[in-house]
């Protein structure tokens, strides 16, 4: 089967028509007829290779919405005709202490749809049918999508935060992951604040669901204290700020969960968690029985992300779109 797909040929090119070839299917793999596909901030830092590691021609996509075309031999849990959805990782080693676990995520051997296989930017792809996941019926293809990479983060996140309702919830930054975090955490019960520079989107925040808006200045100067001390604080904004004051906005015992991607160094004051048993930690995607639990979850309480779709051949204005910080709040790719 011959796939069009859409690829970077060298880092940071627009992305250009690249067919290849799918042979036969074979252990676990099934094959994709891709609907949607989310465009991510983490497919644009590999196709500019800002990571390492990326081999092109890169083909973007780790948002795929799609229906099931064909089975390997060893596929039992889908069936042709299946609606699923694939996100950042397609792989792991399933053997190891993480993976015995219920981590997969956090294999060493993980492998992720875009770095070690072509993604989902093509009228089909294939993926290790063990990673790909129904979708459930209330949930429509193109929004399903972002939640595979930014709603699994940010769910699994405020869940290893310790999450579970009736508590106060700080939610920084409302782009892609903070306007589902929003949901998730006051749909599941929860109190919950924000921290945005933009009053429109503490507007925005607060028909999602958010109580309380905290202003804060572009220039990483402290934010004012909420009204009520927070349990946890999600962080999608990776840096530019002023740690200490963010855990001093934290209950005693509070959490400080890092979830947006970054590699600035963090200044802390042990002081700022030590007095009162505060902890800081981060959290990288979510695992399989999560991203299961998640999907659930998202269509019975109605979460979805908000998003702008583009045409499949307008794929580099969708790009140009998301590297400009336009998108509100997250880009779709229609392939049907
Ligand atoms: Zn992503
Ligand atoms: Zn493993």
Redesign the pocket.
């Known amino acids: 089967m011959k796939v069009h797909a859409l690829a970077a040929y060298a880092p940071g090119e627009p992305l250009r028509p690249f067919e290849y070839e799918i042979g036969a299917v074979s252990g676990f793999d099934c094959v994709i007829r891709v609907q949607s596909c989310g465009l991510?901030h983490?497919d644009i830092h590999v196709v500019d290779n800002d990571w390492g590691g990326a081999t092109f021609p890169v083909v973007p996509g780790?948002?795929a919405v799609g229906e099931v075309v064909e089975l390997g031999p060893g596929v039992t849990h889908l069936k042709i005709g299946d609606r699923v959805g694939v996100g950042?990782q397609s792989g792991a080693c399933l053997g190891c202490r993480d993976c015995l676990r219920g981590n997969e995520q956090m294999c060493d051997a993980n492998q992720a749809t875009i770095l070690h296989q072509y993604g989902g930017f093509g009228d089909y792809m294939t993926v290790d049918s063990r990673f790909a996941f129904p979708i459930p019926d209330g949930l429509a293809s193109a929004a399903a999508g972002p939640l595979l990479?930014?709603g699994i983060t940010v769910y699994s996140g405020l869940r290893h935060a310790g999450m579970r309702g009736g508590q106060e919830i700080g939610v920084i930054g409302i782009g892609g992951l903070g306007h589902l975090a929003v949901q998730f955490a006051a749909k599941l019960g929860n109190r919950v604040t924000v921290f945005t520079t933009s009053p429109e989107k503490a507007e925005y925040a607060a028909r999602l669901g958010a109580a309380e808006a905290v202003i804060v200045g572009r220039d990483g100067s402290p934010p004012q204290k909420p009204s009520r001390p927070l349990d946890i604080i999600i962080d999608t904004v990776a840096s530019g700020k002023d740690y200490n004051a963010y855990l001093n906005c934290l209950d005693s015992d509070g959490v400080f969960n890092l979830v947006g991607i970054g590699n600035d160094p963090i200044p802390l004051s042990v002081f700022a968690f030590q007095d009162k048993r505060r902890r800081i930690m981060g959290s990288p995607i979510g695992s399989r029985s999560e991203m299961i639990e998640m999907l659930g979850l998202a269509a019975r309480y109605g979460i979805v992300p908000q998003i702008e779709t583009f045409a499949f051949e307008r794929a580099n204005d969708a790009v140009q779109h998301v590297r400009d910080n336009k998108v509100r709040y997250r880009a779709v790719l229609l392939m049907d």
């Open positions: 991510c983490s780790h948002e950042w990479c930014a």
